[in-house]
């Protein structure tokens, strides 16, 4: 059983971007109904930023992340992204992605701050 491997995490001042990617150790995330994006902010439940579908349809559950990120993939490289653009101090928590019924992985870190 493979898992899920999130990177491209960091420190970033505000107003800045960052783009995550995600990918699966073994499954073909072609195959995949849907893969989702969540985060977890400090002291903060875990919640749902948005997903992409098999055929590449993308929903965005999280009104202010609406416009400034963007979920896409690249199935030749098996990945899916994550583009942040105009981060706030808000934004700062460790993003995971997975499909929905999967365990999570570790996740990546943003931190936004000056």
């Known amino acids: 059983q493979g898992q899920w491997v999130e990177s491209g995490g960091g420190l970033v001042q505000p107003g800045g971007s960052l783009r995550l990617s995600c990918t699966h150790s073994s499954e073909d995330i072609a195959r995949i109904p849907a893969v989702a994006w969540y985060r977890q902010g400090p002291g903060q439940q875990r919640e749902l930023v948005g997903a992409?579908?098999?055929?590449?349809?993308?929903?965005y559950t999280l009104d202010d992340v609406k416009g400034r990120f963007t979920i896409s993939r690249d199935t030749a490289k098996n990945t899916v992204y994550l583009q942040m653009n105009g981060l706030r101090r808000e934004d700062t928590a460790v993003y995971y992605c997975?499909?929905?019924?999967?365990?999570w992985g570790q996740g990546t870190q943003v931190t936004v701050s000056l």
């Open positions: 992409i579908t098999d055929t590449g349809v993308t929903r």
């Open positions: 997975k499909n929905p019924a999967d365990p």
